[in-house]
């Protein structure tokens, strides 16, 4: 049964019937809204959206990120499937993959955002959210609709924490401007 979440809401991400998550992926899609053209003909636009995943400790530090340019984490407990240029297909476009039981005892936070590379702002983009999948089991967990439609070209999507033995799913959802996680920096550091 997957959670439809609101922005700040917090799901936690133990299983039902007990236990904890050991293995989720993080899915991110979207669809570029059609540009009118001449004479009214709509034709199709290539949006460029990136997600990634900031490994950060308790004291609010970047300790490792996966992204387009880094598609693994130093110790191999996140990895990212590789660049959907466009937004093309069903489903998730690009995935990042998170083994929990492998995320080093560091790291307190795993923050996850989206930016637009080729800077259309987020009016442009429909359909798009992220989800959290149960890897063990295909079952989605929590959905968050990202919906915001503005004139922003990035997003703070969603952080897990640990949560004493487990970890739990907060729904940012806030907006930011950037094409590349470093450019979020200073905003992602206020929710954390």
Known sequence: MSVSLQKGQKVSLAKPGGGTLTRVRMGLGWDAVAKKGLFGRSRPQNIDLDASCLLFDAGGNLVDQVWFRQLR?????????GDNLTGEGEGDDEVINVDLQSVPSNVAQLVFTVNS???????QIENAFCRLVDETTGQEIARYD??????HNA??????????????????????????????????AGYL
């Open 73 to 81: 984490s130093k110790d191999g407990s996140v990895q990212h499937t």
């Open 117 to 123: 590379f080729t800077g259309q702002d987020f009016s």
């Open 146 to 151: 990202l919906t915001g439609a503005g004139q």
């Open 155 to 188: 997003q703070i999507m969603a952080k897990v924490s640990r949560d004493g033995g487990g970890w739990t799913m907060t729904a940012i959802g806030a907006t930011a401007t950037g094409r590349t996680f470093q450019h979020l920096l200073p905003a992602v």
